[in-house]
């Protein structure tokens, strides 16, 4: 292949995916500060315990890409390579996209629903699209999670046998105990 289609490329990608984190990175801080702005005003109709978990998880975000970004810069990349593409990564993902998505949309949907004056903002409609777009990312997640699985490289095999032999211990320990 051409060096120069490879370097237009790799741009091209990293303008996308620079555009996309710098996204949320800014949806996450809008979210604090949409969030502590209703709790200011005293906005009854936004007192719930999901509204603490998208603060928080918008928190974890923004500390997270921090971090993600030094072991980035920190880090060998074939080590980083073996991380993101391991089946524990996968399915924390799925859990942690997964969880934060349908927080954000059950926490989003209550607002519009109660379609009080407080909360009227662009940001808690924001919210609902996101959460469309986190839990589309965490059922994709699920599938590559399955799909490694399926293909059943050496470390999948190794997960497949703690799982055996954690069975087996628990079925022991229950037969022990009768």
Do not use: H
Not at 41 to 66: H, Q
Not at 69 to 80: D, E
Not at 137 to 162: Q, R
């Amino acid at each position: 292949m051409n060096e120069t289609l490879i370097v237009t490329l790799f741009v091209i990608f990293a303008i996308i995916y620079f555009s996309i984190l710098g996204g949320v990175i800014y949806l996450s801080y809008r979210y604090i500060k949409y969030i502590n702005d209703l709790d200011k005003t005293g906005c009854k109709c936004s007192e719930d315990t999901k509204r603490d978990m998208v603060k928080n998880f918008s928190y974890l975000i923004l500390i997270g890409w921090l971090l993600f970004i030094v072991i980035l810069l920190v880090s060998p990349p074939k080590q980083l390579i073996n991380i993101y593409t391991s089946k524990i990564y996968a399915i924390i993902q799925f859990l942690i996209i997964g969880g934060y998505g349908a927080v954000l949309f059950l926490y989003s949907k209550k607002l519009i629903d109660e379609s009080c004056a407080c909360s009227d903002s662009w940001v808690r409609e924001a919210m609902q699209y996101q959460s469309y777009v986190y839990i589309l990312l965490s059922v994709i997640s699920l599938m590559v999670f399955i799909v490694k699985l399926l293909i059943g490289k050496d470390d999948t095999k190794d997960l497949l046998k703690i799982i055996k032999v954690l069975a087996n211990n628990k079925s022991k320990s229950k037969s022990k105990s009768k």
